[in-house]
């Protein structure tokens, strides 16, 4: 069971989790009258798998987008690699090392599988715009270097046969794969997965089953998901928080998850009799 | 069958990323540089020069300008002729007032003052987008005549309103003014048109061209990848501006040699730029060379064949001009949207096989 002390604890299958990468506290979100989250509060540790799931509407893309900086909280704070995150643009979360997926892929179309994967670079590439006019000497080599580095992640997802190929032809999971590889290739401290399985069919999650597991382990990025998929929920994740009505519910391993009985309730309905 | 990449194999990531990998087009592109350099200046004279090449390069670069802008940015601008026109009194005030410096850096400067006024009015494309800033942006095109038109100081208080080149020699050759040689203002703005292109191509391949491209497919995605939204599309408009800029005062300066800016730089001027851009294919540098060539060349070829050919009458001839220019446009709108770049491209992957099937 979980060793919550905070130097962090092993799992079963011998992995090191750290300690708190981020932690939320009290969260409380509002789009005028409405709560999309309310004083929600949970923590990720380094090198974990973290799943958030609940039913439809139940704030967890809100959730998402208030660590990646679309949405700003009205109360509640973000603690980010231990200090106080101050409100800031989605950018400015990008270039301290979060990244994320979309649930409807947002890949930039018109652009090659190579070039999608270089943008996830953009944060290492430092040259300015007069040397990347002369191309020869720094931009180039900066060029080459980050090129080097996106071939390996292009190797590790298997898309190499795809690389030159423009997104726009591509099939869905191939988009998603993509859209992963974008993220990854941003070296990210924590990697924000917005319902990478959706609309795949099983032999495509089992291989983006794989890939996030790989993830985890060769690079020891931590992961922050949200899937549908219950299957999959709990055989990848370390810990699951799970939400109803912008409200937590649950929050622990996936066997305590799926003994908790108010997260049965949320999902199966409550008996009236 | 004429073209192939069989066997073209890149052991480098430098080759890799090569503005022109494949073998064929390398030496296409060489071989049409070394016949620009080193046989059309010896046969050109002051018609071809006048009517084809010298409208020709100017227009490409102020094409690359705006691809920069709209194809590659996704900013879409009508301001383009009161940009060229900032370049072009930029270029007049500057060699009035420094007549010792070289019209070189005369040049340069003039589309680092146009990079300027670009930002300037680039700045509501943070809040608008799509047509809403194509109004905006219009209102930078009229502002600006009316700006050069109504305050004399741009004009140096001439009583006629215009603006007039002065003589100004590169390497004791004349390149502005009413004496000049054909083929040193063609070899001048060749010069020009070379680096630009080579600049724009190299900017638009890296860092900064991923930044530009991501705004435009996709400007939420852009930021989660870290693309500070306000300094690419600012960006974008100081760079578009400053080739704009620079094709304004070449435009002014080595072309026309006289200039009233509600002539030469009206919206017509902006319409026309962006044609070029749309025809030759956004987001694409050849295409702008190649919709910069469509438009220069296709009135000259018309008036040529109507009047010269036909024997038509010159003014039905010219009517005739703007309702084929028109139709074509729209012609090619419905049936390649992508411009003649991408019927290049297409013409490329066909002829790989060609004539085989497979």
Redesign the interface.
């Known amino acids: 069971m979980l060793d919550a002390s905070d130097e962090g604890y092993v799992t079963e299958d011998g992995r090191r989790i750290g300690g708190v990468l981020m932690e939320m506290k009290n969260i409380t979100l509002r789009f005028g009258g409405v709560k999309a989250i309310t004083d929600i509060s949970f923590d990720i540790r380094e090198g974990e798998i973290r799943a958030i799931i609940g039913p439809n509407g139940a704030g967890k893309s809100s959730m998402l987008n208030v660590i990646s900086g679309f949405y700003v909280p009205q109360e509640g704070e973000v603690w980010y690699k231990g200090a106080k995150r101050p409100p800031m643009k989605p950018y400015q979360v990008a270039q301290l090392g979060i990244a994320r997926t979309f649930q409807n892929i947002a890949l930039f179309e018109g652009m090659t599988v190579l070039d999608n994967v270089m943008t996830g670079r953009l944060n290492y590439m430092k040259t300015n715009m007069f040397q990347q006019a002369l191309w020869k000497g720094k931009a180039e080599a900066e060029e080459v270097e980050n090129r080097e580095f996106v071939e390996k992640i292009i190797d590790f997802l298997e898309i190499q046969s795809i690389r030159k190929t423009p997104v726009a032809r591509l099939p869905y999971g191939l988009k998603k794969r993509v859209e992963l590889a974008r993220a990854l290739a941003a070296e990210p401290s924590l990697l924000l997965l917005d319902e990478p399985m959706a609309g795949m069919n099983v032999e495509e999650k089992e291989d983006m089953s794989r890939f996030i597991l790989d993830v985890n382990d060769e690079f020891g990025t931590t992961i922050a998901l949200i899937e549908h998929d219950m299957g999959v929920v709990m055989d990848l994740s370390d810990r699951v928080v799970v939400m109803d009505y912008g409200k937590k519910i649950g929050d622990g391993t996936p066997d305590d998850i799926r003994s908790n009985q108010a997260v049965i309730d949320a999902y199966l309905g409550v008996a009236h009799d | 069958m004429f073209y192939r990449e069989a066997g073209d194999f890149k052991t480098?990531?430098?080759e890799?990323?090569q503005t022109f990998p494949i073998k064929f087009d390398r030496y296409r592109y060489y071989f049409v540089l070394a016949f620009a350099f080193a046989v059309v200046p010896f046969v050109i004279n002051d018609y071809w020069v006048n009517a084809i090449f010298m409208p020709f390069l100017i227009y490409s670069i102020a094409a690359i300008g705006l691809n920069i802008l709209v194809g590659y940015c996704g900013q879409v601008s009508l301001g383009t002729g009161g940009f060229m026109a900032v370049g072009a009194y930029a270029v007049y005030k500057l060699m009035t007032a420094f007549p010792e410096v070289n019209i070189i850096f005369h040049v340069i400067a003039a589309g680092g003052i146009t990079a300027i006024v670009g930002v300037l009015f680039g700045l509501p494309s943070l809040r608008i987008k799509g047509f809403y800033l194509a109004v905006a942006t219009l209102a930078a095109q009229f502002f600006l005549v009316w700006l050069f038109n109504r305050v004399p100081w741009f004009y140096n208080h001439s009583a006629s309103g215009q603006i007039n080149a002065p003589e100004r020699t590169v390497f004791g050759v004349e390149v502005t003014g009413p004496n000049t040689e054909a083929w040193a203002t063609y070899l001048f703005c060749l010069v020009f048109t070379l680096i630009c292109a080579i600049?724009a191509r190299?900017?638009t391949r890296?860092?900064?061209g991923?930044?530009w491209?991501?705004i435009?497919?996709?400007d939420?995605?852009?930021?989660?990848?870290?693309?500070?939204?306000l300094r690419a599309k600012l960006?974008a408009f100081a760079?578009s501006s400053f080739f704009v800029g620079i094709a304004g005062a070449l435009f002014f300066a080595v072309y026309l040699g006289a200039v009233e800016v509600g002539e030469a730089f009206g919206i017509n001027k902006s319409f026309l730029v962006l044609f070029m851009v749309i025809i030759g294919g956004l987001?694409s540098i050849f295409g702008s060379f190649a919709g910069a060539a469509f438009l220069v060349l296709l009135p000259v070829l018309l008036k040529n064949t109507l009047v010269g050919g036909l024997g038509w009458p010159t003014d039905l001839a010219s009517h005739l001009e703007f309702m084929i220019v028109g139709a074509l446009i729209i012609a090619f709108l419905i049936a390649e949207p992508h411009g003649l770049a991408q019927l290049w491209r297409v013409a490329k992957e066909k002829l790989r096989l060609w004539p085989f099937p497979h």
Do not use: T
């Open positions: 480098s990531y430098e890799d990323s600049l190299n900017l890296g860092v900064q991923r930044k491209m991501a435009r497919d996709m939420i995605a852009a930021e989660i990848i870290g693309v500070d939204p960006s760079v987001g």
